[in-house]
């Protein structure tokens, strides 16, 4: 049996050849067309990627119209929440435009009415924006005429103003000063004194009996005096008709300056120093006294602080400040004095009350916390007053 012939070793080699070739072809058709739908699917954006998955026909893209705001000017689109710069201006992107949308012609930048809203009828505002957005009406504005005035320029040059006249400020007056009050009388200040009935005492043309004999009593003592003319005031009602200056209290003991006093005061107190004060003096200090230093006598006023008359106002008063030894020790009467010359002074105090109707010293009050005051006052059924 006779099979089919084989072809020749040529013809294979030549099918062979062919049938690589082929299918060298077809993969290279293959990677061709598997790079173009890779490089469409990239190329194609992301948008038209999404409306043909779901199969939805694109739609050209429609300008919004541009709604103008009462309350503020109309910015261009971009800017609105950026603030400009003046130094350097910015170029906003042009904005595609499509060729079936209308696109509207941009407003002029130098109208002042499109900068200015009309904030009391917002609805004209609106229209009168629209209206001016159409290139319709644009063109139908018309234009100012040539020969219109327009603002004139300024001069190059400020002009100075002219100057006021200097005039000098009125000068104020002073306000006027209101009169000075009417003098005061002299005697307007001065309260008047109670009465007292030795503010009448007057001296006689011949002195009395009991004055002449104070006097002897007092020379009896040793007392040195000297007599003194009267003294007396009728406005206060200060009076001593029979004065005496006493320039000592006894042989031994001065006084000094000399106190002007009544011839009664000048003798209580000569005694009251022979008696008390000498001794106390040699008992405590073992020493003679020598002097005493008076601070007041006879003076023409009231008491501090009173409408009284004072019993130095009738020189029946006597202020001692100080008592001085023979060995030149100083006894000064004050508030608070060294131990030995407050038991001195204390002995000359309590001493003192009884033979003068009124005795005071440091401790009663303040007008006499530097001297022993010593008086005659004559008080109802003779009593004291002492502290």
């Known amino acids: 049996m006779i099979g089919p012939k084989r072809p020749s070793r040529q013809l294979r ?43 939805e026909p694109l739609s050209p893209r429609v300008e919004q119209p541009l709604t103008p705001r009462v309350d503020r000017p109309l910015k261009p689109r971009g800017e609105r929440h950026r603030k400009p710069k003046p130094a350097r201006q910015r170029t906003q992107n042009p904005i595609p435009v499509r060729a079936d949308v209308p696109v509207p012609e941009p407003r002029p930048a130098d109208t002042p009415e499109a900068t200015e809203p009309n904030t009391q009828n917002p609805a004209a505002t609106s229209d009168r924006f629209q209206d001016e957005g159409s ?45 000075p009050p009417p003098p005061k009388p002299a005697d307007a200040d001065k309260k008047e004194m109670l009465p007292d009935p030795r503010s009448a005492d007057l001296p006689d043309a011949k002195m009395p009996a009991e004055e002449v004999a104070c006097r ?9 005096f000297e007599e003194h003319k009267a003294e007396s005031d009728r406005d206060i009602g200060c009076s001593i008709p029979y004065p005496l200056v006493l320039n000592s209290l006894g042989k031994s003991i001065a006084i000094a300056p000399g106190a002007e006093l009544n011839c009664a005061m ?20 073992g020493a003679d006294l020598k002097s005493i230093g008076q601070a007041s ?31 030149g020790r100083t006894i000064e009467v004050g508030p608070a004095p060294p131990d030995k010359d407050a038991k001195f002074l204390d002995a000359v105090r309590k001493a003192a ?27 109802r059924h003779g009593g004291t007053f002492c502290q």
């Open 135 to 179: 290139p319709q009406k644009q063109q139908a504005r018309p234009e100012p005429p040539a020969d219109a005035k327009s603002e004139p320029e300024p001069p190059a040059v400020a002009p100075t103003p002219t100057q006021r006249p200097e005039t000098g400020e009125p000068e104020v007056e002073p306000p006027a000063l209101a009169p």
């Open 353 to 379: 009350c009884g033979p003068f109707k009124t005795v005071l010293g440091p401790g009663s009050d303040a007008d006499h916390s530097l001297h022993l005051h010593l008086d005659l006052e004559p008080r």
């Open 297 to 327: 006598a006879f003076v023409c006023r009231p008491r501090n602080g009173t409408r009284k008359l004072s019993e130095h106002a009738f020189g029946n008063a006597l202020d001692i400040a100080s008592f001085s030894l023979a060995d």
């Open 216 to 224: 002897e009593r007092l020379r009896g003592l040793g007392v040195e």
């Open 13 to 55: 080699a030549s099918r062979h050849r062919f049938g690589a070739m082929a299918t060298l072809s077809f993969s290279r058709k293959y990677r061709i067309a598997l790079f173009m739908v890779v490089a469409a699917l990239l190329v194609t954006p992301a948008d038209a990627k999404h409306r043909h998955r779901h199969h």
């Open 266 to 285: 000048a003798e209580a107190a000569a005694r009251f120093a022979g008696d008390v004060m000498q001794p106390a003096a040699k008992a405590e200090f």
